[in-house]
């Protein structure tokens, strides 16, 4: 295990303006994920999915839900769909390939990627990424001094590289907040095919436990990360003495104990951080913020209308992720 490395590049990281979201929020958010961590589990009566679906039947189901939540996001869902690039090439490509699994994701060139596999599933990875897209809000770069980004008292201001003026960046609003927009639909869309027989209970108790699932192990990535970034802050080493000092100062039964002490045993994360030669906080951070907000989100006296507000305000430039994590308590 090398630890000099690690240390290293925890040290970069931390010195790298284009993380002083992920530092400032770090606490409140390791918080969240003591709290994903404790959340109970649904339990799974049937392993197999009641029934299958093509591709069409999962597109056309999509829609409907959309029409219900709002016929306007329900057309840009058919345009994203229709869409094609200067080659005439749709930018939403759909393969079943079962070497690639059931997931999606959007690539660095904007396209959305959709590997189905003819089941429930689909609908939710439709619904998910075309959501992705459709909040994939890019802004001009007309201000160097990114000061929606950075605190007024940092006087350092970050070098940008081979960015030019009116160039695209991406937005810190949507890297936070996007997978609360996506996951909360897909909870939503969960209840609308249970509610109209399209799918079982248990099938969307599969869904639920794959989310549940999936936050906790960000939670837990995120409790490492977090952990090893503070040792950096107060100018201690990272190696398995400090670590383990580190984790001689919780309490047993506390949560952070027990993802210390298995990271400790098995050094899973902090060789992953080395293999990959950089530390990505928020890409956890931000799974942890989903799950514990949707359920927030979903207790609201108008979630839907809650929903569509927060999908289109992290396109703003000037949504302060700061003030909306210092009261995720009271949402």
Same mark, same amino acid.
């Given at each position: 295990?090398?630890?000099?490395?690690?240390?290293?590049?925890?040290?970069?990281?931390?010195?790298?303006?284009?993380?002083?979201?992920?530092?400032?929020?770090?606490?409140?958010?390791?918080?969240?994920?003591?709290?994903?961590?404790? @959340?109970? @589990?649904?339990?799974?009566?049937?392993?197999?999915?009641?029934?299958?679906?093509?591709?069409?039947?999962?597109?056309?189901? #999509?829609?409907?839900?959309?029409? =219900?939540?709002?016929?306007?996001?329900?057309?840009?869902?058919?345009?994203?769909? *229709?869409?094609?690039?200067?080659?005439?090439?749709?930018?939403?490509?759909?393969?079943?390939? $079962?070497?690639?699994?059931?997931?999606?994701?959007?690539?660095?060139?904007?396209?959305?990627?959709?590997?189905?596999?003819?089941?429930?599933?689909?609908?939710?990875?439709?619904?998910?990424?075309?959501?992705? $897209?459709?909040?994939?809000?890019?802004?001009?770069?007309?201000?160097? +001094?990114?000061?929606?980004?950075?605190?007024?008292?940092?006087?350092?201001?970050?070098?940008?590289?081979?960015?030019?003026?009116?160039?695209?960046?991406?937005?810190?609003?949507?890297?936070?907040?996007?997978?609360? #927009?996506?996951?909360?639909?897909?909870?939503?869309?969960?209840?609308?095919? #249970?509610?109209? +027989?399209?799918?079982?209970?248990?099938?969307?108790?599969?869904?639920?436990?794959?989310?549940?699932? !999936?936050? $906790?192990?960000?939670?837990?990535?995120?409790?490492?990360?977090? =952990?090893?970034?503070?040792?950096?802050?107060?100018? @201690?080493?990272?190696?398995?003495?400090?670590?383990?000092?580190?984790?001689?100062?919780?309490?047993?039964?506390?949560?952070?104990?027990?993802?210390?002490?298995? =990271?400790?045993?098995?050094?899973?994360?902090? $060789? *992953?951080?080395?293999?990959?030669?950089?530390?990505?906080?928020?890409? !956890?951070? *931000?799974?942890?913020?989903? =799950?514990?907000?949707?359920?927030?989100?979903?207790?609201?006296?108008?979630?839907?209308?809650?929903?569509? *507000?927060?999908?289109?305000?992290?396109?703003?430039?000037?949504?302060?992720? +700061?003030?909306?994590?210092?009261? #995720?308590?009271?949402?």
């Amino acid at each position: 295990m090398d630890y000099k490395l690690l240390d290293e590049i925890v040290y970069d990281y931390i010195n790298s303006i284009w993380n002083y979201i992920s530092i400032l929020t770090m606490n409140q958010i390791e918080n969240l994920s003591f709290e994903v961590l404790n @959340e109970d @589990e649904p339990s799974i009566i049937k392993k197999d999915w009641s029934r299958k679906f093509n591709l069409n039947e999962s597109m056309e189901i #999509v829609y409907n839900f959309l029409m =219900e939540i709002s016929p306007e996001l329900a057309n840009q869902y058919i345009n994203i769909i *229709r869409q094609v690039d200067e080659n005439n090439n749709p930018i939403v490509i759909f393969e079943n390939d $079962k070497n690639k699994g059931n997931n999606g994701f959007l690539s660095s060139d904007g396209l959305v990627h959709i590997h189905l596999s003819n089941t429930p599933m689909d609908m939710f990875l439709i619904l998910h990424e075309i959501l992705h $897209k459709l909040n994939e809000y890019t802004y001009l770069f007309y201000d160097s +001094k990114l000061e929606y980004l950075v605190n007024n008292t940092i006087n350092k201001l970050p070098i940008f590289k081979n960015v030019e003026f009116g160039s695209k960046v991406d937005s810190q609003a949507r890297n936070y907040f996007s997978e609360v #927009v996506s996951i909360t639909f897909e909870l939503i869309l969960g209840d609308y095919l #249970v509610k109209n +027989k399209i799918i079982t209970s248990n099938d969307f108790d599969k869904i639920k436990l794959d989310i549940i699932k !999936s936050a $906790k192990k960000c939670a837990e990535i995120t409790i490492i990360d977090v =952990e090893i970034i503070k040792m950096k802050l107060n100018g @201690e080493s990272i190696n398995y003495h400090n670590i383990k000092k580190q984790l001689s100062q919780c309490e047993e039964t506390s949560a952070k104990y027990k993802v210390l002490s298995k =990271e400790l045993c098995s050094l899973k994360r902090l $060789k *992953r951080i080395i293999d990959k030669n950089r530390l990505d906080l928020y890409l !956890s951070q *931000r799974y942890v913020i989903a =799950e514990y907000i949707s359920k927030k989100i979903l207790k609201r006296d108008n979630p839907i209308d809650d929903l569509l *507000r927060l999908h289109y305000k992290i396109s703003d430039i000037d949504f302060d992720i +700061k003030d909306i994590l210092n009261n #995720v308590y009271t949402l």
